[in-house]
């Protein structure tokens, strides 16, 4: 009988409670009907699309049974550079694994060229205003494949594929085996080399020659998985990748005058380059400072040239990776400096650009772009997880940004705090996507937005936060870039507003920020973010892997927070309903604050009280204290009247209404 009584006690004060709160809202005109939270709607039960099983434990790391398939790569590829058009022509001899379970009938390719054709989807849906991804008016794009061969079991035989806009369907006239079939598909095609390749490839042309900048540039596997079967979603501008893991075996042969600089190791260095550029290079294996391979004043003149022949053959190797990118011109200075790994490995950054992008001053121009790569590098490494690969290089030209693995690229009059910011955001891809491989043609939030998250780490550490500036990085600043979108971030890229989708980079990356300063804690929230990135390097995690994976390994039940931030475009508005002293004659007695969640987004609460004296306090409560509804009072024990109450004093929260977060007493 004891606990009887005692829940009909709780029962019989509830309602004096509910008045309670009623009243000290009705102080501040925080009224019930200006309330739009549910708890039900934020706390209620989720249930995942894809259940935790032996392919993905409901811990959020790959189950004792998952499986990826492979794709390895040999490509031999010119680029012709002719009066009229600059072409490349190339074969690529695909050696595919099966190792899922099914047996497969056919095979499907990506042919991300094909976007540039004038009849392709992307063309179709670029607006008449164009856009970042325009890629309309390039009327010679696309692939043109001449052959497609396959080889399985001992036998060759050449098959007419079919294709459809970006994508190419390749039938097979025996079933490809399950768990561990091989196969090999060999392709010849060629393409021309748009001049704006939806700002991720293309050619801009300086005083010295063309710069090149060669993406998505042979047919890729699509990547077969359990989720979707083959992940065959067409490339259309502003949705990026979802490819296969591999090795990289390719070859370059352009004119003779041209640097290439490419993803991986080149193999022919002794080759292609002259003594004097060998010796630069081993110097800048040894040197933390920029090392010129070749300078300005070398540019134009033959000495830096390999002299004999129209071309030269560059060779290159990249192992386990999910793709590679190359480029080249006559125009490119080349600089490099050592990259120093947590392992004690070393590696090498290396940049090339035009002469124009040292601007009036090396310092605030491309002249520290090495600088920021191998830093870049070396902080991304020491806090997640190490860079896998030997090299990486960043290229100056037509793109204003893009990643690649080992290479990125950049726009070419970029300097100083652009140019940082540009670099370390493109090499940050390398983790996300390239070694943790969500797909970026789905999930765009799961790559950009995790990428601007460690951004930010990569720039406060950066030569003592050289470049930092915490506004920009506030929740009240990032705030006035998403407050109006209509889409959440699980929208698919194609199907987001063009003028929202920097909520993938800004909302994301908040929502990680109040994860990590609020909710978890920094141990917590690194301990759990590194715990996926470790389970997930070189493999396929969806967003519930990640939801799963912070649920985990950070003991913390945060579903009411990927729910609201990721699955809604609902808003925050906290607000102080009141304030009340226990004696309305002695405030020494204590005080009830009353906290109203008066939006459907929920998040914790950090609350500033400062009394007359100027004792202050900072108090933490935590996201639970509206699980069963949109108000909570507590008593606070104040030794003397309360001179203000503020609610998210360091402005770490995207709270929609400002003006009712701060209580001060009225004047008597």
């Known amino acids: 009988m004891r606990h009887l009584k005692s829940r009909l006690f709780g029962l019989l004060l509830a309602p004096a409670l509910m008045l309670g709160n009623a009243n000290l809202m009705a102080q501040t005109g925080a009224q019930p009907d200006s309330i739009h939270y549910e708890h039900q709607d934020a706390f209620g039960p989720i249930t995942w699309p894809t259940p935790g099983s032996e392919l993905r434990s409901a811990s959020g790391k790959p189950g004792p049974k998952y499986w990826q398939n492979r794709a390895d790569y040999q490509i031999k590829a ?28 056919h095979l499907w390719f990506q042919l991300d060229q094909n976007l540039f054709k004038p009849d392709s989807r992307g ?36 098959v007419t594929p079919v294709i459809s806009d970006a994508r190419m369907q ?9 768990n561990g079939g091989k196969i090999q598909v060999k392709v010849n095609y060629d393409f021309s080399i748009p001049f704006y390749g939806a700002d991720r490839m293309g050619r801009k042309t300086f005083k010295q020659g063309v710069v090149y900048e060669i993406a998505q540039w042979y047919p890729r596997m699509c990547v077969y ?94 192992l386990n990776s999910r793709d590679v990118s190359w480029a080249a011109s006559k125009a490119f200075i080349w600089d490099a400096a050592r990259i120093n790994f947590p392992s004690g490995r070393k590696g090498i950054a290396q940049s090339a650009y035009p002469v124009e992008s040292l601007g009036s001053s090396v310092s605030a121009s491309w002249g520290r772009s090495t600088e920021y790569l191998k830093y870049s590098i070396e902080i991304y490494s020491g806090k997640y997880i190490e860079y896998p690969w030997n090299s990486a290089v960043s290229v100056a030209g037509v793109a204003l940004g893009m990643e690649y693995p080992g290479i990125i690229f950049c726009l070419d009059n970029l300097g100083g705090r652009g140019l940082w910011g540009d670099i370390t955001h493109e090499i940050g891809h390398n983790w996300f996507p390239m070694i943790v491989g969500s797909n970026e043609r ?88 590194n715990y996926y990135v ?60 009353t906290i109203v969640n008066k939006e459907k987004l929920v998040m914790p609460v950090e609350i500033k009280i400062v009394q007359v004296g100027g004792k202050t306090e900072v108090l933490k409560l935590p996201v639970n204290i509206f699980q069963r509804g949109a108000v909570w009072t507590f008593k606070y024990p104040s030794t003397s009247a309360i001179e203000s109450v503020t609610l998210d004093p360091y402005g770490h929260l995207p709270d929609v209404d400002l003006k009712n977060n701060v209580y001060k007493p009225v004047a008597k």
């Open 78 to 105: 010119s680029l012709n550079e002719l009066p009229t058009d600059t072409t490349v022509t190339g074969q690529v001899t695909v050696s595919y694994t099966n190792n899922s379970p099914d047996q497969l009938d």
């Open 225 to 318: 998985d359990e989720i979707e079967g083959w992940n065959t979603l067409p490339y259309m501008g502003l949705g990026e990748f979802y490819c296969e893991y591999g090795d990289f075996d390719y070859y370059i042969t352009a004119p003779s005058d041209m640097t290439v600089v490419g993803s991986g190791d080149l193999q022919n260095a002794a080759q292609v380059l002259t003594p004097t550029q060998l010796g630069r290079i081993a110097e800048a294996r040894k040197s933390d400072k920029t090392v010129m391979i070749i300078k300005p004043e070398e540019v134009a003149q033959a000495a830096t040239k390999f002299g004999i022949g129209k071309t030269r053959t560059w060779h290159f190797k990249m």
């Open 534 to 593: 470790k389970y997930w390097a070189m493999k396929h995690p969806t967003p519930y892997d990640f939801f799963r994976a912070m649920n985990s390994a950070s003991g913390e039940d945060l579903n009411w927070f990927w729910k609201g931030w990721f699955f809604t475009t609902w808003k925050l508005d906290q607000a102080i309903g009141g304030v009340k002293y226990v004696s309305d004659s002695d405030p020494s007695k204590g005080a009830y604050i």
């Open 123 to 158: 063309a179709a849906t670029t607006p008449v205003s164009g856009d970042r991804f325009d890629v309309r008016g390039f009327s010679r794009g696309g692939y043109h494949i001449q052959s497609v061969t396959v080889t399985y079991m001992g036998k060759s035989y050449n």
């Open 170 to 178: 390749v039938r097979l006239k025996t079933p490809m085996a399950a």
């Open 442 to 529: 789905k999930y765009m939030w799961q790559d950009e937005g995790f990428n601007t998250f460690i951004n930010e780490y990569s720039t406060e550490k950066f030569n003592k936060g050289e470049y930092f500036d915490t506004v920009s990085t506030s929740a009240r600043n990032i705030l006035r870039q998403f407050s109006r979108n209509l889409d959440p971030l699980m929208t698919p890229p194609e199907a987001m507003n063009l003028r929202d989708y920097g909520a993938y980079y800004n909302k994301t990356s908040l929502g990680l920020d109040m994860l990590r300063n609020l909710v978890l804690g920094h141990d917590r929230f690194d301990y759990a973010f």
